[in-house]
Each structure stands twice: as C-alpha cells, then as structure tokens.
C-alpha cells in the first residue's frame, strides 16, 4: 500500500481550511497551523458573500485615481495610510500598473469562472451532515442613490451579461417588490440573482469541527517561525511546538503570507487591507437579500436574526487596531440608501476588523513555488477569500495530486511578478 502523503497547511483561514478539507478528502494526512485563532486573519466576521457578480479585479480602470482622490481621508472607502515603507511602494507601483482594462479583459472570465465552481463546491458543502451555515443563494442586490453610481452599475452589468452572468437592471419600484421588507432612498439597483450568502463564522466552526472528525490534526497558537530546508524543497517548518515535517506545504497564511515566506527569501507582494464589519443583532429591519450600496462600499448581510455592515479598505500595515470614525463613516453610509436603520443601532452592534491579502493585480497566488518544489501558494484573495475559499481548495489539492487542474492556474502562478523584483 502507498504511503499516505503528509501535508501541512500554514493557515486556518476559509482558505486553509477547505485546503485541508479537499486534501483529506484525496487522502492525505493533514495538519493545519495557524499564529492565532481559527478565522481570526479575516474569515471570521466578514460579509459572508458568495459573488459571481465580483468578476472584476481590484486592479481596473479608474482605481488609481479613485484612491488618489481618497488617499488623504482617513474615512474613506479606500484608503492608504501614507508611509515610508519599500514593500507599499513597489506594491503601489505593480497595483498602478495592473489598473488597465487590457487586464480586466484577461482576468474578468478567471474570477467568474472561479466563483462559479466555488458556489458548486458550497452547494455540495451545504449537504455533508454536520455542515449548516446558513447557505442562501438569494442573490445579491447592488444599489445606486446618484447618477454617477447608476452609470456605473448599468455598465457592471452590462460587461456581466457579455461573460454570461445573470444581471437585471431594477428602478427603486422594482427593488421595492424584490424586497419589500425594506424601505429604500437608493434609486435602484442592479439584482444578480445567482449570487449566494452564508454566516462565515458558523462555516469556519462547522468545518473545522468535520476535519477534526475526519482525522486532521489542527494546531492554532503555532506560528511557522523558520523553515528547514532541502534540495530544492522544504523539510520542515519550525513552531513553538517543535519541527514539524510534511511531504508538501500549503501557505494559506493571508495577509501574513510575505512575513511568513522572508526567511525563504521569496518575494510575493501582498499589502494588508483591512475591512471592518457591525454586526446588529435584532435589527429594526431585516432584508432578505444581502446589498451592496455602491457608492458608499458598504455590504449589508443578513445573518438570521442578525444583519451584518461591512466595507472600508484601509492599507495600513498589519495592525488589527480598529479606527471609530470608520465605523462611524460606515453607519452613517447606510441611511442614504435604506429607511428604518439609524446609524446609532448600527454603531451600538458588534464590531470587528480583519485583514485581507491583496495582491496588485487582485487575482489570488495558486500554484507551486519554482525555488521549492512543494511549496503550494493558496493566499492573496483580497476580498473574495470566502468566495473562492472551496475552489482554492480544491485546486490546491488537485495539485497536490498530480492532477490537470480544473481551472487554468497561469494567471495565478505565485511567481508572476518575480521580474519585478529583480529589476
């Protein structure tokens, strides 16, 4: 009989886990580590969107100037907090670069196709005894309040409808019967009706929960401090609770991904940008439909007899810390699109921030490392990391098996920007 093949997973995010749940599930032997807690990095508390709809990179037209018009406002939508620092500087300089149409063109088809397999994955997640999370598939609206944003929406969808993606154009009337729990001031939207949600949380909890049961070993509180290595290859990885050896090696770490690599002296370009999210628990009105309120980045969820409010990405180092005008500024967003929701309820819920991975070109690193043979990158999904969460995995293990991977990884190979760095 062939010996089982180990492999340890560096990071128990969205992204580790369902690794560590399609790697079991090929036959492996699996452990996870992780610096801190299960989904602390940025899974936990997120909006919990599954979205077909996203299909356009972080990197596109007009992204540059948006966050340059932004750069100086500490409560903006997007911002970057100014400071001396090599790795935000060639990261701004390859993100700049990345922001033309020429690169929506090549990645548009990747991410919906991506999205696509992972809403597959999750349906079929949904079903396996001891999974239940929550897991609607009752579209995503995406609500506009000014001409600019209408514009903008119309033409989303308008590029949707082009790679095959379901998207209806609602005037405020039709929204109002999609959704007639809600009072809206948005003056429409856009519906796509194949996106789905679900509550990250019991997600992480759950499947964690069903790896133990099948025999992976998690170990939380375990940073990857060095690694040992061989022959163009990694032996083992140094923590706190000794060497532990592996055949193969995931980096799932998220935003903590170039720290974790620097003692290899590889180069993978990713900048913090941390989300912040309000979780009110018996609000005075509860959607049925998750939104998106377009001008304002802000996602608005509903999680059972909860509705969640998340947006805002702010580099700013890996820092957690959380910065109450942001919170401030992302309540008082809300009443321009919905009646019924004062900021002041939605200040008052549950606060919490995460840091997402963001690559410049905002398409994930998949794929083996050259310098180390089996070293996997499973990281840089900026905030599409629940989205693509199952998908990742299941890529990562077809890998690992030897397989033809389900979805082409040359767009996402870890390495893409190597030529940067040399020059």
């Given at each position: 009989?062939a010996?089982?093949?180990?492999?340890l997973?560096?990071?128990?995010?969205?992204?580790?886990?369902c690794?560590?749940?399609?790697?079991n599930?090929?036959?492996?032997?699996?452990?996870?580590?992780d610096?801190?807690?299960?989904?602390?990095?940025?899974?936990?508390?997120?909006?919990?969107?599954v979205?077909?709809?996203?299909?356009?990179?972080?990197a596109?037209?007009?992204m540059?100037?948006?966050?340059l018009?932004?750069?100086?406002?500490?409560?903006?939508?997007?911002?970057?907090?100014?400071?001396?620092?090599?790795?935000?500087v060639?990261?701004?300089?390859?993100?700049?670069?990345?922001?033309?149409?020429?690169?929506?063109g090549?990645t548009?088809?990747?991410?919906?196709?991506?999205s696509?397999?992972?809403?597959a994955?999750?349906?079929?997640?949904?079903?396996?005894p001891?999974?239940?999370?929550?897991f609607?598939?009752?579209?995503?609206?995406?609500?506009?309040?000014?001409?600019?944003?209408?514009?903008?929406?119309?033409?989303?969808?308008?590029?949707?409808?082009?790679?095959?993606?379901?998207?209806?154009?609602?005037?405020?009337?039709?929204?109002?019967?999609?959704?007639?729990?809600v009072r809206?001031?948005?003056?429409g939207?856009?519906?796509?009706?194949?996106?789905a949600?679900?509550?990250?949380?019991?997600f992480?909890?759950?499947?964690?929960?069903?790896?133990?049961?099948?025999?992976?070993?998690?170990?939380?509180?375990t940073?990857a401090?060095?690694?040992?290595?061989?022959?163009?290859?990694?032996q083992?990885v140094?923590?706190?609770?000794?060497l532990?050896?592996?055949?193969?090696?995931?980096?799932?770490?998220?935003?903590?991904?170039p720290?974790?690599?620097?003692?290899?002296?590889?180069?993978?370009?990713?900048?913090?940008?941390?989300?912040?999210s309000?979780?009110?628990?018996?609000?005075?009105?509860?959607?049925?439909?998750p939104?998106?309120?377009?001008e304002?980045?802000?996602?608005?969820t509903?999680?059972?007899?909860?509705?969640?409010?998340?947006?805002?990405?702010?580099i700013?180092?890996?820092?957690?810390?959380?910065?109450?005008?942001?919170?401030?500024?992302?309540?008082?967003?809300v009443p321009?699109?919905?009646?019924?929701?004062?900021?002041?309820?939605?200040?008052?819920?549950?606060?919490?921030?995460?840091l997402?991975?963001?690559?410049?070109d905002?398409?994930p690193?998949?794929?083996?490392?050259?310098?180390?043979?089996?070293?996997?990158?499973a990281?840089?999904?900026a905030?599409l990391?629940?989205?693509?969460?199952?998908?990742?995995?299941?890529?990562?293990?077809?890998i690992?098996?030897?397989?033809?991977?389900?979805?082409?990884?040359?767009?996402?190979?870890?390495?893409?920007?190597?030529s940067?760095?040399?020059?």
């Open positions: 009989m010996t089982r093949r180990s492999i997973v560096i990071g128990g995010g969205a992204v580790g886990l690794t560590a749940y399609y790697l599930g090929a036959g492996c032997d699996v452990t996870v580590i610096q801190g807690e299960i989904g602390s990095g940025s899974s936990l508390h997120n909006a919990g969107l979205v077909p709809s996203h299909f356009i990179p972080l596109a037209p007009g540059v100037r948006m966050g018009k932004w750069m100086f406002n500490p409560v903006s939508p997007f911002y970057i907090k100014p400071r001396l620092d090599v790795d935000l060639r990261w701004l300089w390859l993100f700049a670069a990345s922001c033309t149409a020429q690169h929506v090549r548009r088809a990747l991410l919906r196709d991506m696509h397999a992972s809403l994955l999750y349906r079929e997640l949904a079903h396996v001891g999974m239940a999370f929550g609607r598939r009752n579209g995503l609206a995406m609500l506009f309040r000014t001409e600019h944003g209408k514009r903008g929406a119309i033409a989303m969808a308008a590029q949707a409808k082009e790679i095959g993606v379901e998207a209806r154009v609602l005037s405020r009337g039709e929204l109002q019967e999609l959704e007639p729990s809206f001031r948005a003056s939207a856009v519906y796509y009706p194949n996106d949600h679900m509550n990250p949380a019991l992480l909890d759950q499947l964690r929960e069903t790896l133990i049961g099948r025999g992976v070993r998690i170990l939380t509180s940073p401090l060095r690694f040992e290595q061989r022959l163009n290859g990694i083992a140094e923590t706190p609770r000794g532990l050896e592996a055949d193969e090696f995931v980096l799932a770490g998220g935003a903590w991904s720290e974790i690599l620097r003692p290899l002296r590889l180069f993978l370009p990713l900048q913090a940008g941390k989300g912040y309000l979780t009110v628990r018996h609000p005075s009105v509860l959607p049925r439909i939104m998106l309120l377009e304002a980045r802000v996602a608005v509903p999680l059972g007899d909860r509705l969640r409010f998340a947006g805002t990405m702010e700013a180092g890996l820092s957690p810390s959380i910065t109450r005008r942001r919170v401030e500024a992302l309540a008082n967003a321009s699109y919905l009646e019924g929701i004062p900021p002041a309820e939605i200040t008052a819920g549950d606060v919490w921030a995460g997402r991975p963001l690559s410049p905002g398409i690193f998949i794929g083996r490392f050259r310098r180390f043979e089996n070293l996997i990158a990281t840089g999904h905030m990391g629940i989205s693509l969460a199952p998908i990742t995995g299941k890529l990562v293990a077809e690992v098996e030897g397989r033809i991977p389900s979805i082409d990884l040359h767009l996402m190979r870890p390495e893409r920007f190597q940067a760095q040399q020059s």
